[in-house]
């Protein structure tokens, strides 16, 4: 009969486990390199999984080579000799296909029937993520051997996979702050480029600032799903119940309203994640009327209240999209122009298709932007409304939907002459 495994999920206070994840996500703050970066990183995550080994490799540039960056619990020996390739072995597999894995007992496992576990390990059992910024791999995490003696699981490897999002991040911010203490010795010799160098500067410093507050994102998200999914998938679940049991058509409309939020908290969730690590989003198409219905119907009563006029303006033959986030973009448009116009004002919205490529217009009569806030509109945390309206993250999911459709957004605006918002998006089969 087998032992029920443990997780630190179980075995660590709740508050405690959030400091110990909030630890490894801060490494970066007292670090400037990316050595420092990755032992300090590797000590604490093997501690929070009181495991004995643990090595993080990272994809040499222009090859298929995972170098050994950190390794805790090998010889010196097998570290020098340390290189995997792509597709090979757990650490290969993990960067082939970009996902984690947890492996209970390698010598059970036929992902690995020609794989030998090295002599000395207390138990065969791993767990291994991926390093992502979006679809940008960097490298792979490994923790094996438990002290415990225990396996790992599911739970775990989920945990480890948003650490690894956490591991790129900060080795992304590493990067770019070296990055700029190099433009900024190069400025200081090289005076004729100092120009240049200067607005290199500029850049490099505005794109520090964007992945800190991409960081702070994560753990947000990461937050949000924990807390959310499960009270979520609680509520979904008593509401189909009702549906199957009521039978008057004003009750079973209002339950069938109340589903469909729970189906875009949901979709929020899932999107808030995709937009800070690499996950995979909805196959499923969605009708754009019927997407651009919903988001109207959502902003029902403030468009009632100021009397707004909405005009849509839709090609007929409007093909269906994938559906990774469509009512999400129309959404968070919609809202910023019904905040602001004034009473009495217009919204409209168009769309046509052409050569493969829906184009999305959202304009409105309202106050506008300056042309220094609409440079900043699609940063995360950046608003241009009163506290109580708006953290300024709306924008930021906006833009990071829209690339995840591999499309563009533009936006035209004027203090005093309403904005215009443009979207391409390629339509894909």
């Known amino acids: ?37 990755f032992e300090i990183t590797l000590h604490k995550i093997m501690a929070l999984f009181g495991a004995n080994r643990g090595s993080i490799f990272i994809l040499k540039e222009g090859s ?6 950190i390794a805790v619990g090998m010889q010196r020996s097998e570290e020098k000799e ?4 792509m597709g090979g072995g757990i650490v290969g597999k993990v960067a082939e296909e970009k996902r984690p894995i947890v492996v209970e007992d390698i010598a059970k496992d036929g992902r690995f029937a020609n794989f030998k576990a090295r002599k000395g390990y207390r138990t065969s059992s791993f767990i291994c993520a991926p390093l992502m910024i979006k679809d940008d791999f960097v490298g792979v995490i490994n923790i094996t051997d438990k002290e415990s003696g225990l396996h790992f699981n599911a739970n775990e490897m989920q945990l480890l996979d948003f650490l690894s999002s956490q591991i790129a991040l900060n080795y992304r911010r590493i990067q770019l702050y070296q990055k700029f203490q190099k433009s900024i010795k190069e400025a200081q010799s090289l005076k004729d480029k100092l120009g240049q160098s200067d607005q290199e500067a500029v850049y490099l410093k505005k794109q520090i600032y964007i992945q800190e507050k991409l960081a702070t994102l994560g753990k947000l998200a990461g937050g949000i799903a924990h807390e959310f999914n499960n009270p979520l998938d609680g509520v979904m679940r008593y509401t189909n119940l009702s549906l199957e049991h009521v039978h008057d058509d004003v009750v079973r409309g209002y339950l069938l309203e109340v589903k469909h939020g729970l189906d875009r908290m949901a979709n929020i969730v899932k999107n808030l994640l995709a937009c800070t690590r690499n996950q995979s989003l909805s ?10 219905d919903y988001a109207l119907a959502s902003l029902k009563a403030e468009i009632a209240h100021k009397n707004i006029e909405v005009e849509k303006k839709i090609q007929d033959r409007v093909p269906s999209i994938l559906d990774l986030g469509i009512e999400g973009i129309l959404t968070n448009l919609l809202r910023n122009a019904a905040d602001a116009v004034d009473e009495g004002g217009k919204i409209t919205v168009q769309a046509k298709y ?19 806030e609409a440079e900043q509109i699609f940063e995360p945390f950046f608003t241009t409304k009163d506290m109580d309206k708006g953290c300024g993250l709306g924008l930021t999911i906006v833009a990071e939907i829209i690339k995840s459709y591999d499309g563009k957004i533009h936006v035209e605006s004027k203090p005093g002459n309403g904005t215009v918002f443009t979207i391409n998006l390629p339509v894909k089969e």
């Open 354 to 372: 052409t050569d493969n490529i829906l184009t999305i217009i959202v304009s409105d009569t309202g106050r506008g932007i300056s042309k220094e």
């Open 82 to 85: 340390m290189v995997k390739r």
């Open 1 to 37: 009969m087998s032992i029920p495994q443990k997780s630190i999920f179980e075995e660590i206070p709740q508050t405690d486990l959030f400091h110990k994840i909030n630890d490894v996500c801060a490494v970066v703050d007292f670090v400037n390199s990316n050595e420092k970066l």
């Open 283 to 292: 196959t499923e198409r969605a009708d754009f009327k019927e997407a651009l």
């Open 64 to 69: 298929r080579d995972l170098v050994l960056a």
